[in-house]
């Protein structure tokens, strides 16, 4: 057998292995890899718990945010309705208001209209009784008043007694 540099570098190979398992080397690089295995699993688990938590928090506020949507919706629906009403409402008062004032001037203006046509024939019976008083009065002597006045009052005698008979 020929002691060379291979065989010391196998001796100092077994040696260094012998070492190394009399310090239990290998069972402190077992415990520190499974502790970190370990703590790789509970990081493992715990994102996925955030996972889940996360995907429920997701799905809450996607229901209150269609939620939202729905009463947004139905808001700016019953806004709508409701402004429909109003303006409804709004131009049906302003027509029955427009008919109120036309129907309030028509009025007026008959009311005008009679006290005008009742001013015209006041006025125009005073003028006449004047122009007749004043044509009495300069044309027709007292004598041919009174005989006037008794042939007057004859035809009224004879038209009555022809309208009661």
Do not use: C
């Amino acid at each position: 057998m020929i002691i060379d540099a291979t065989f010391w570098v196998a001796i100092s190979f077994f040696i260094f292995f012998g070492v190394l398992i009399y310090l239990k080397v290998p069972q402190k690089i077992n415990n520190s890899l499974n502790n970190q295995i370990g703590e790789i699993k509970k990081e493992l688990n715990e994102a996925e718990k955030l996972k889940i938590e996360s995907k429920n928090l997701l799905s809450n506020y996607e229901n209150k945010i269609d939620k939202s949507k729905k009463e947004v919706r139905e808001i700016i629906n019953s806004a709508k309705k409701d402004s429909e009403k109003m303006i409804v409402e709004k131009t049906q008062k302003f027509h029955q208001i427009m008919e109120d004032r036309r129907k309030n001037a028509e009025q007026k203006i008959n009311l005008m209209k009679e006290n005008a046509l009742k001013d015209i024939k006041n006025t125009s019976i005073k003028i006449s009784i004047e122009a007749v008083e004043s044509l009495i009065n300069n044309s027709i002597d007292k004598k041919k008043l009174e005989k006037f006045y008794l042939q007057s009052l004859e035809q009224t005698i004879t038209a009555l007694k022809h309208t009661k008979v």
